[in-house]
């Protein structure tokens, strides 16, 4: 399975992007699906995870701004950002785990900057 992450971009404190992770196949099998960011200088971090039965894992650094969101017809898995901030640049990568798997996309950058 490939992920194909896109809709990273600039945007100005404020703002909302939506990034969408494409899967090259059904994700229907993959217990969690997310997605994590690095900033640089930083460690890998969690943003927002869903499980196939819709349940959410939101980091409380964005709760209340992103909303993830996952279509297994689509096979896609979805992170709305709004009231984006300067301290969400990073590079943000989705995920699938499906055990005993974990699989990454490429990741999409994403800076917030006026």
């Known amino acids: 399975v490939q992920l194909q992450a896109s809709g990273g971009g600039l945007v100005q404190p404020g703002g909302s992007l939506r990034l969408s992770c494409a899967a090259s196949?059904?994700?229907?099998?993959?217990?969690?699906m997310g997605w994590y960011r690095q900033a640089p200088g930083k460690q890998r971090e969690l943003v927002a995870a869903i499980g196939s039965g819709g349940n959410t894992n939101i980091a409380d650094s964005v709760k209340g701004r992103f909303t993830v969101s996952r279509d297994n017809v689509k096979n896609t898995v979805n992170l709305q950002m709004n009231s984006l901030k300067a301290e969400d640049t990073a590079v943000y990568y989705c995920?699938?785990?499906?055990?005993?798997?974990?699989?990454w996309g490429q990741g999409t950058q994403v800076t917030v900057s006026s």
């Open positions: 995920y699938a785990f499906g055990m005993p798997n974990v699989y």
């Open positions: 196949g059904s994700i229907f099998s993959f217990n969690v």
